[in-house]
């Protein structure tokens, strides 16, 4: 029986799924570093009900940052754990997985997540965390994808949701969305475009790393919606 079918786009998106419907409800951990538009993504389609999860915790690491606004705004709880703090990548990622295991998280989301994550963290995890990358990879992986987009001189560049590895924005491949350059783009204009179309993928690819992880955990079946 099939999971999900596809449905056409403006912008193309690959697999496209209009809806997956989970009959239990996923306990999502949620890393951010910044503005959060990606994490308010996911909050907003769990409130209008297109998607069948919970944000048990939003972890972020710099004090001021504008996600810990949308947490509150959607009643998430937010813990601050500031990187610099720590003495070790590895230090904070125990943190963090004391943090979610103790909320019972099941899937870990990096949305905008500014920090390299370690075996620590990908193996009390394992295959379960994600990450949104502003590119087509394995294209211009690393900071400032975007840019090195533009300086490259392609025609089209995009998103990707993929699972995270110790090798940086290197996991397997869950959903791509392709944005087309336009003659005179800079940084700014792209990278507004490309998150509009990230807010979109985010979803798919929790509900396309769950469909993954399902011959390994049974305890979450996926049925298809039928019209």
Same mark, same amino acid.
């Given at each position: 029986m099939q999971d999900y079918y596809y449905s056409p786009s403006p912008y193309l998106i690959s697999p496209n799924i209009e809806s997956i419907h989970l009959e239990k409800t996923v306990k999502l951990g949620v890393m /951010?570093? %910044?503005n959060g538009s990606n994490f308010e993504a996911i909050a907003r389609a769990i409130a209008e009900g297109k998607l069948n999860a919970r944000i048990e915790l $939003? !972890?972020?690491? &710099? #004090? %001021? /940052? @504008?996600v810990k606004e949308r947490a509150d705004k959607y009643g998430v709880e937010s813990l601050l754990l500031n990187h610099r703090e720590f003495p070790s990548r590895e230090a904070l990622d125990e943190a963090i997985v004391a943090s979610f295991k103790n909320k019972g998280v099941e899937l870990v989301v990096m949305a905008g997540w500014m920090r390299i994550v370690t075996r620590v963290l990908l193996e009390a995890f394992p295959e379960k965390v994600i990450n949104i990358h502003p590119s087509l990879l394995p294209s211009f992986r690393g900071v400032n994808a975007? @840019?090195? /987009?533009? *300086?490259a001189g392609v025609k089209i560049t995009g998103c990707t949701v993929h699972i /995270? =590895? $110790? *090798?940086?924005? &290197? %996991?397997p491949i869950l959903v791509q969305a392709a944005v #087309? !350059? $336009?003659p005179?783009? =800079? #940084? *700014? =204009? $792209?990278? @507004?475009r490309i998150q509009t179309q990230e807010h979109r993928i985010i979803i798919q690819g929790i509900a396309l790393a769950v469909l993954r992880g399902r011959e390994k955990d049974a305890t979450n079946p996926v049925k298809p919606i039928s019209h």
């Open positions: /951010a570093s %910044g $939003l !972890i972020y690491n &710099n #004090p %001021g /940052a @504008k975007v @840019k090195q /987009a533009l *300086e /995270a =590895t $110790l *090798e940086v924005d &290197n %996991g #087309p !350059i $336009l005179d783009d =800079t #940084p *700014e =204009t $792209l990278h @507004k």
